[in-house]
């Protein structure tokens, strides 16, 4: 790791995924004051120049990475007081394009966007990964032209009871709910929910509750809700929010492409980060978790909200913008969830952020 980090002893760190396209140098390691939220960088480990996503093992001690490189590869790095330590060599997903990776039980589940497919790795007991991939291909496309010829999975996800896997597919606008394969082998598909046609599914997040989850479109400027059934393994629609200028302060010639959302811990709050307009919407769940509302919005203070954490408590709110290169976090207003700016870091090219 390049840079000091002599002097920080324990507390929160951040750890920064970046594009190596837009000057990233792998993951950027950062302290989170404990008092301001305020991030400050420690290092660089480098030697996977293209982390542009990230996650955490289940028991927060193993930090894995993939990027949208022609390598196609997932690594994994054990946390320490002095950084992050390699966990071997990096393993080939046994797809193109991998965009989102999520650690489930024993093993690392990859989304690959180009090749459009869900790939899984055996995790070993030190928590590396370990080849050959599993894979899963998805099968459809979509109306758009130029975004949807084929599948192109984007999110994979454990439900809240850990017992199904929901893949989202920007392809094929649907979410498929997967079993998994106890001797390892690719996951299998035990129901697909079809959603609007040309909404471009992105990422779907749970709501604290565990019988509702939030799905974030990319070509509309929408968020679907969904009741999760996790009995039956069945996530069906019952309504839709539009995200669409987040209050009409976007130009009307503006076209925007939300990319991710966030619920608080407590399940009062939806934050949604929308591109193209740069804004971070505020939806609060006052009424009920499957009804909820724009209420307030926030310049991103970047440009290209690709990503958003909740730090401890939900007292703040932290966004990577890819185009300008830089992290921003945000204080939370405890009533009514609205941010206000309070900070920013520079990071070149940042994909994700992630608090451990």
């Known amino acids: 790791m390049d840079g000091a980090v002599g002097g920080y002893e324990g507390g929160q760190r951040?750890?920064?995924?970046?594009?190596?396209?837009?000057?990233?140098?792998?993951?950027?390691t950062a302290a989170a004051d404990p008092v301001t939220g305020a991030l400050s960088v420690l290092g660089v480990t480098e030697g996977f120049g293209d982390a542009s996503s990230l996650a955490l093992s289940a028991d927060r001690q193993v930090l894995y990475a993939a990027g949208q490189t022609d390598r196609a590869l997932a690594a994994a790095y054990r946390i320490t007081a002095d950084g992050l330590e390699p966990l071997g060599q990096p393993v080939a997903v046994g797809g193109l394009g991998p965009v989102h990776l999520s650690a489930v039980g024993d093993r690392l589940l990859i989304a690959t966007y180009t090749s459009g497919g869900v790939s899984g790795l055996r995790l070993r007991g030190d928590g590396a990964p370990a080849g050959p991939a599993a894979v899963l291909d998805h099968r459809g496309q979509g109306p758009d032209p130029e975004r949807q010829t084929g599948p192109h999975a984007h999110y994979v996800t454990p439900d809240p009871t850990g017992r199904w896997v929901l893949s989202v597919d920007l392809g094929t606008d649907s979410v498929r709910v997967c079993a998994v394969d106890e001797a390892y082998g690719p996951l299998r598909v035990h129901t697909e929910t079809a959603l609007r046609p040309g909404s471009g599914p992105r990422e779907l997040v749970f709501h604290p509750r565990g019988d509702v989850a939030y799905v974030v479109h990319e070509l509309e400027a929408q968020l679907t809700v969904c009741r999760w059934d996790a009995e039956a393994g069945r996530l069906g629609q019952t309504g839709e929010v539009s995200l669409g200028s987040a209050g009409a302060r976007a130009g009307a010639d503006t076209r925007e492409y939300p990319s991710v959302a966030c619920v608080s811990a407590d399940g009062r709050f939806v934050w949604v980060a929308i591109r193209g307009s740069n804004l971070i919407a505020t939806l609060s769940l006052s009424d009920g978790p499957e009804k909820p509302r724009v209420t307030d919005t926030?310049?991103?203070?970047?440009?290209?909200?690709?990503?958003?954490?909740?730090?401890?408590?939900?007292?703040?709110l932290?966004?990577?913008?890819?185009?300008?290169?830089?992290?921003?976090?945000?204080?939370?207003?405890?009533?009514?969830?609205?941010?206000?700016?309070?900070?920013?870091?520079?990071?070149?090219?940042?994909?994700?952020?992630?608090l451990a």
């Open 318 to 354: 932290y966004v990577s913008n890819e185009w300008t290169g830089d992290v921003t976090w945000f204080d939370v207003d405890p009533d009514s969830g609205s941010l206000r700016p309070a900070g920013k870091v520079e990071v070149p090219g940042a994909a994700c952020v992630v």
């Open 298 to 316: 926030a310049e991103c203070g970047g440009q290209w909200p690709r990503h958003l954490a909740a730090g401890p408590s939900d007292r703040r």
């Open 14 to 28: 951040a750890y920064i995924g970046s594009f190596a396209s837009g000057g990233g140098r792998g993951i950027t």
